[in-house]
């Protein structure tokens, strides 16, 4: 089970930070992925991170967002700054939970998804 927490409604510039606890099965061997989706529009991978620790970020995320993950906590980061209202969208965690997958941009090699939670940045 994934389920995300720290989205809000911010202004233009701010920061944020996301957290997606995960539960169950192999946490350190998953490849872990941030996606986002607004309305009208396709899920858009934003970053990701797998289980030798190599981390990618989409073109959106690169200069301003930073994804880790704490395998102790089983949990999944998502950094945002300079936030501009572009950023507004559902982010959702997902898990490629066969071990030691690489990250990948499609949505459709994920079998695990987090409910989503809700970013808005305000100009």
């Known amino acids: 089970q994934l389920v995300e927490f720290g989205g809000a409604e911010v202004q233009t510039g701010d920061s944020l930070s996301l957290t997606c606890a995960v539960s169950?099965?192999?946490?350190?061997?998953?490849?872990m992925a941030w996606f986002r989706q607004s309305p009208g529009k396709e899920r858009e991978f934003v970053a990701g991170?797998?289980?030798?620790?190599?981390?990618i970020l989409g073109e959106a995320a690169k200069g301003r967002f930073t994804v880790s993950k704490d395998d102790f906590k089983r949990t999944l980061y998502l950094q945002m700054n300079s936030l501009i209202p572009e950023d507004t969208a559902v982010y959702f965690c997902?898990?490629?939970?066969?071990?030691?997958?690489?990250?990948?941009?499609?949505?459709?090699?994920?079998?695990?998804w987090g409910q989503g939670t809700q970013v808005t940045v305000s100009s």
């Open positions: 997902a898990a490629r939970t066969i071990p030691w997958s690489v990250v990948s941009i499609y949505p459709a090699n994920y079998d695990a």
């Open positions: 991170t797998d289980g030798r620790g190599v981390s």
């Open positions: 169950g099965g192999q946490f350190n061997v998953y490849a």
